[in-house]
Structures are given as structure tokens and as C-alpha cells.
């Protein structure tokens, strides 16, 4: 769980990845592995931005595709293509990636709120701010909300 009680000064350490031309972040609090791509099986009625199931260590784990869910075209997966391993809510699901860039530490008060107003194409709901570094933005998201369904937070239902 993220420690929302730290102080803005506090420093972050974070996980950035790629999707499409856009470079995102999560807390590294919320990251239990970076893997490379494996066998996905297809869940039928889950959401369009599930692929399906995977096999993590004998435990099955749900996997989204992070494209879909921010509402990106979809791409090809690569040689660099990841599944990053979160844990939300005592349970791990596996987001696709494009590539994983690098853990970087920052500031606390480089994360500054979203314009909300300005990215209405966007599902602003999960966006927890943007991490402003000078010549480099990273959009952060909250990896607590990445299943949820709107603004209240109701989750999609996924959890194998």
C-alpha cells in the first residue's frame, strides 16, 4: 500500500515504463517483480483491457493491458515488452508494457496534480499527478485505482 501520509519533500522511488511514446510511473512500494512476456490464456466477459491469466509461480494472475486500460492504440509486443507485477489489495496482477526505463528517485514535490480539466480523452481517474523534472514529465498513476471502474473506485471484479 502507498504511504500517502509522507510529507511532499519526502523522496519517491518509482518504476518508469513505455507505452506507445509516453513514458509512465508507479511507485516501487506497489511493484513485487518485472517479468518478461509469457503465455497469456484469454478470461472470457472480463474487461477489454484484461488479456487474460497468466501463471506466475503456480499462482494465477490476472494481466491487463496498460495500452487498452489508458485508452492508447494497441501495439505489438517486443523483446522489450514487460509484465510489471503490482500488488493491489493483498492481490498481484500483472500489467503489459511496452519496455521498463529505469527506477528512478525524485522529490515528493515534483509530483504535481493533473491538469484534469485539460486531459479529457484521458481516464483521469487513476492519474495521480505528473512528475515534473525539469525537461522530462512522467505521468504517475495510482496503482490502487488501475482497476477501477470510474471516480468512486468501484473495482471491475477481475481478481482470479
Known amino acids: 500500500m502507498i504511504d500517502r501520509s509522507r510529507s511532499p519533500e519526502a523522496e519517491r522511488e518509482i518504476v518508469v515504463f513505455r507505452l506507445a511514446e509516453s513514458v509512465y510511473g508507479i511507485d516501487i512500494d506497489v511493484v513485487r517483480e518485472i517479468i518478461?512476456?509469457?503465455?497469456?490464456?484469454?478470461?472470457?466477459?472480463?474487461?477489454?483491457?484484461?488479456?487474460?491469466?497468466?501463471?506466475?509461480?503456480?499462482?494465477?494472475?490476472p494481466v491487463m493491458d496498460m495500452r487498452r486500460r489508458f485508452g492508447l492504440a494497441l501495439g505489438r509486443i517486443t523483446a522489450d515488452s514487460r509484465i510489471v507485477v503490482i500488488e493491489i489489495d493483498g492481490e498481484d496482477v500483472g500489467m503489459i508494457v511496452d519496455g521498463v526505463e529505469e527506477v528512478l528517485r525524485l522529490p515528493g514535490s515534483s509530483v504535481e496534480p493533473a491538469p484534469l480539466g485539460e486531459v479529457e480523452s484521458m481516464n483521469t481517474d487513476i492519474i495521480e499527478g505528473i512528475a515534473n523534472l525539469g525537461t522530462r514529465l512522467i505521468v504517475m498513476f495510482d496503482a490502487e485505482r488501475i482497476l477501477s471502474d470510474g471516480p468512486d473506485g468501484e473495482s471491475e471484479g477481475i481478481a482470479a
Open 36 to 61: 518478461r512476456m509469457q503465455a497469456i490464456t484469454p478470461v472470457p466477459n472480463a474487461p477489454d483491457f484484461i488479456e487474460g491469466v497468466t501463471n506466475l509461480r503456480g499462482k494465477i494472475c
